[in-house]
């Protein structure tokens, strides 16, 4: 094993709080203005259920009918994701005009990477928007979930991040790189209809089925993410040991804070960031066909 200068430890242990903002804080929001939903918020840290699907009929049939949407969705025979030689820069501490323009520049290659593998795939594509906050704001999804940082509202397709003072005084660059991608991912589970069969599956699902199919949700966006940041893999953003420690992180404390066991356990959604991010494609997350014991 290699050693690690005294400077790199000081540079790791800033990292391991950033990472503990940012994946205590995760959540993901998902409303569509068609239906409503009687569902309540399922887990502490999750948010409101949804005011309808994502989708289109919500009944059990269809839930059979669209399943295809997620287990054999066209994107998963693209191939490895473009590598659009994402450089977003540097991201100094105490500014937030160089978070601001460190995101929007990680958005843009989000924006090309994604946009390109659509194509490939021969489906329309839509980018998200991207809007920076410093405190909570109520989106069209709903009110901002307590301890947010990032939400995804599929109504208005905007991705919220809301930098805090603590994030600003401990920035780091992999880990908000990794958190917007994951957004990013949900993102594209929506326009690509992945979500389709989710919202129906849910619908008729039982408690224990329901955490499932949120385990493959999260579970996917999270290696897509990873893919992601396989694009950049070596470069002063994605470093060996940068990575490697935010894999551990997650291995450890991936599931702390969630009262239920919809995002995947620490070991799990540490091995889906290191199958996405070892095979660079977005076939590599098909989590909807995988053995559910590899979703756990």
């Known amino acids: 094993m290699n050693s690690v200068p005294a400077g790199r430890l000081v540079a790791l242990v800033a990292a391991g709080v950033a990472l503990a903002l940012a994946a205590a804080a995760l959540t993901l929001v998902l409303a569509d203005v068609a ?11 999750q948010p409101a259920a949804p005011s309808g699907s994502a989708g289109q009929s919500r009944h059990g049939g269809a839930a059979v009918a669209g399943r295809a949407t997620a287990t054999a969705n066209p994107l998963y025979k693209t191939g490895r994701l473009t590598d ?7 991201l100094p501490a105490g500014s937030m005009p160089a978070y601001r323009r460190f995101l929007t520049r990680v958005t843009a290659c989000l924006n090309k990477a994604w946009a390109a593998q659509f194509r490939k795939a021969g489906m ?3 980018k998200p928007r991207l809007r920076i906050i410093t405190r909570k704001v109520k989106t069209p999804c709903g009110s901002w979930n307590t301890g947010a940082d990032g939400v995804y509202c599929s109504t208005d ?8 003072k603590d994030q600003l005084r401990n920035p780091f660059p992999l880990g908000i790189t990794r958190l917007i991608a994951h957004e990013y991912g949900h ?6 209809g992945i979500w389709n069969y989710y919202w129906a599956a849910r619908t008729v699902a ?7 199919l ?16 396989s694009t950049m893999k070596g470069t002063s953003l994605v470093t060996d040991a940068d990575w490697a420690y935010t894999v551990g992180w997650f291995r450890k404390n991936g599931a702390k804070g969630w009262p239920q066991n919809d995002h995947g356990k620490g070991p799990t959604q540490a091995a889906w960031m290191t199958r996405g991010f070892n095979r660079g494609s ?5 989590t909807w066909a995988a053995n559910p014991r590899n979703v756990t």
């Open 35 to 45: 239906t409503t939903s009687t569902d309540p918020a399922y887990g502490g840290r």
């Open 84 to 90: 659009v030689n994402c450089r977003p820069g540097s």
């Open 124 to 126: 329309p594509f839509a």
């Open 157 to 164: 397709r905007t991705m919220y991040l809301m930098i805090s």
């Open 187 to 192: 993102h594209v589970q929506q326009v690509s």
């Open 206 to 212: 039982g408690k224990a089925k329901r955490l499932q």
């Open 214 to 229: 949120s385990r493959n949700s999260e579970l996917q966006a999270e290696c897509f993410s990873a893919v992601f940041m």
């Open 282 to 286: 977005p076939g590599a997350c098909n």
